[in-house]
């Protein structure tokens, strides 16, 4: 992406598109998922996805069908925020989420065992979240890079992630107090890239401006090209971006 041909409206289109909105909070409730799911069917185009807790899973999926967005797709996220170390609690969730409807995964890395010296656990929980999605549904491991912090272990995670079956590799819950970065950023991409580019890539926390989500189009383009830019390859974790993103389309919220 050269700035000489993409304008900022076109950026912002695009990245409309690829945008996951995102409300994994205690005190969510019915009334805020509907309105999710509303604000997720822009005037200027559709967002990617959804991302829910699974408990709101079949709701979000059922709301979005009402409303004629078949194509936007539901995530449950599970193992979060805390990245715990218990594979039946994954399988569980997992379990009740695809049977809610949901299209994809989230799966939060554990990397407090990880961080602690157990780097069987990872693989272990990946692969069993993995064979619970089935054929259906696509998985993102979102490794919590801020925590991992090294760039070692990140890449040695991003390879365990890979080939234990992920679809997308995602840098951040956006619950830690460093979360993507353009570092932990070219850390997966180039993971990514070694391992065949068959996976895609969500940067999430910290992306709220059209300049940080041109930084990460940017970013991927020039490693994969202008191919790689679609929701099947690439996704923004974001909330308050779109706000940004529509006031550059002049779109009030």
């Given at each position: 992406m050269n700035r000489a041909y993409e304008s900022d409206e076109e950026v912002a289109r695009k990245a409309i598109g690829l945008l996951e909105l995102t409300s994994l909070n205690a005190d969510d409730s019915s009334e805020r998922m509907v309105a999710l799911c509303e604000r997720a069917l822009t005037p200027v185009g559709n967002v990617a996805a959804v991302c829910v807790s699974p408990r709101f899973a079949g709701l979000a999926r059922r709301t979005l069908d009402t409303l004629n967005a078949r194509e936007v797709r539901v995530v449950a996220v599970v193992n979060f925020p805390n990245g715990g170390a218990s594979i039946n609690s994954v399988e569980s969730e997992t379990h009740a989420a695809m049977l809610a409807g949901v299209d994809e995964i989230d799966l939060v890395y554990p990397f407090n065992a990880q961080m602690s010296g157990n780097k069987r656990l990872g693989g272990e929980m990946i692969a069993a979240c993995k064979a619970k999605c089935g054929q259906r549904g696509r998985l993102t491991v979102t490794l919590e890079t801020g925590v991992l912090r090294d760039p070692q272990?990140?890449?040695?995670?991003?390879?365990?992630?890979?080939?234990?079956?992920?679809?997308?590799?995602?840098?951040?819950?956006?619950?830690?107090?460093?979360?993507?970065?353009?570092?932990?950023?070219?850390?997966?991409?180039?993971?990514?890239?070694?391992?065949?580019?068959?996976?895609?890539?969500?940067?999430?926390?910290?992306?709220?401006?059209?300049?940080?989500?041109?930084?990460?189009?940017?970013?991927?383009?020039?490693?994969?090209?202008?191919?790689?830019?679609?929701?099947?390859?690439?996704?923004?974790?974001?909330?308050?971006?779109?706000?940004?993103?529509l006031a550059h389309l002049g779109v009030r919220p």
């Open positions: 272990i990140i890449h040695s995670v991003c390879r365990t992630a890979i080939r234990e079956g992920a679809a997308f590799l995602k840098t951040s819950t956006g619950k830690q107090i460093v979360n993507t970065t353009p570092q932990a950023a070219r850390i997966l991409i180039e993971a990514i890239a070694e391992l065949g580019s068959q996976v895609g890539f969500k940067a999430s926390g910290n992306v709220r401006t059209l300049s940080e989500a041109r930084l990460y189009l940017e970013m991927a383009q020039a490693r994969f090209g202008p191919g790689w830019l679609e929701p099947g390859r690439l996704r923004l974790g974001a909330n308050s971006l779109l706000d940004d993103l």
